[in-house]
């Protein structure tokens, strides 16, 4: 089975530090994008950051960059500076071939920034 | 641009009813696809679309039906709802293979 396990139900930080969300994921494909997608409060998937599994080089995208181990099959996601903007739920993903690439979620890990 | 568009944004329905919920997008992308959020839990993908007249189930399929008549348009029908099928609703498009999906904004469904 193509899973995503996300073992952090809930985090907290204060502003200004720095947090890391962890993901494992199982999958049976080579070739294959990762991503990570914020839901606000107000419900909307946000993509945050993608990454290339081809790709040895880490993806960053401002504040945000990703821990990839393609052997171990982990895909973190470090936030630096947290804002109290970042409070979301983070969800860890990636494409399925087999179904049009469409994306196989975690469960997701609701991140709460303190002032 | 508006993006993906999902009407309606809130509904209740009673047991055994039907609805359709719409999903349109205005940025000419093949790749279409439903999914459902349950509390607590993951996006799970319902149906999804390659192009206009191409379908295919995806996860959680039972109790919806989809069409594709044109690029822009995907909507997702429920047959005698139940349920089960109280769920958040989102749609998404793609421009193509490994793309990051557009959303919309969701379609909470109650059905009592």
């Known amino acids: 089975a193509q899973t995503v396990t996300q073992s952090q139900p809930e985090m907290s930080v204060q502003e200004a530090e720095t947090v890391t969300l962890s993901c494992t994921y199982d999958?049976?494909?080579?070739?294959?994008?990762l991503f990570w997608y914020k839901q606000p409060p107000s419900r909307q998937m946000i993509l945050v950051i993608r990454?290339?599994?081809?790709?040895?080089q880490n993806a960053t995208e401002n504040r945000f960059s990703v821990n990839f181990q393609k052997a171990a099959k982990s895909f973190s996601l470090k936030i630096s500076d947290s804002q109290l903007g970042d409070t979301a739920m983070y969800f860890c993903?990636?494409?399925?071939?087999?179904?049009?690439?469409?994306?196989?979620f975690g469960k997701g890990t609701s991140l709460l920034v303190t002032p | 641009n508006a993006g993906v568009t999902q009407t309606p944004k809130f509904r209740i329905l009673k047991i055994g009813q039907s609805m359709t919920l719409q999903c349109a997008q205005d940025?000419?992308?093949?790749?279409m696809y439903w999914y459902r959020q349950d509390p607590g839990m993951g996006l799970k993908l319902i149906y999804y679309?390659?192009?206009?007249?191409?379908?295919d189930k995806g996860e959680v399929p039972n109790g919806y039906n989809v069409s594709r008549s044109t690029t822009e348009d995907f909507p997702l029908r429920l047959e005698l709802a139940a349920p089960s099928q109280t769920s958040v609703y989102f749609c998404?498009?793609?421009?193509?293979?490994?793309?990051?999906?557009?959303f919309g904004d969701g379609t909470r469904l109650s059905i009592l």
């Open positions: 998404a498009s793609s421009p193509g293979t490994s793309q990051p999906q557009h």
């Open positions: 999958t049976s494909e080579n070739n294959y994008y």
């Open positions: 990454q290339e599994a081809y790709k040895q």
């Open positions: 993903a990636f494409d399925r071939v087999d179904s049009g690439y469409a994306l196989n």
């Open positions: 940025m000419n992308h093949n790749y």
């Open positions: 679309s390659v192009g206009a007249g191409i379908t």
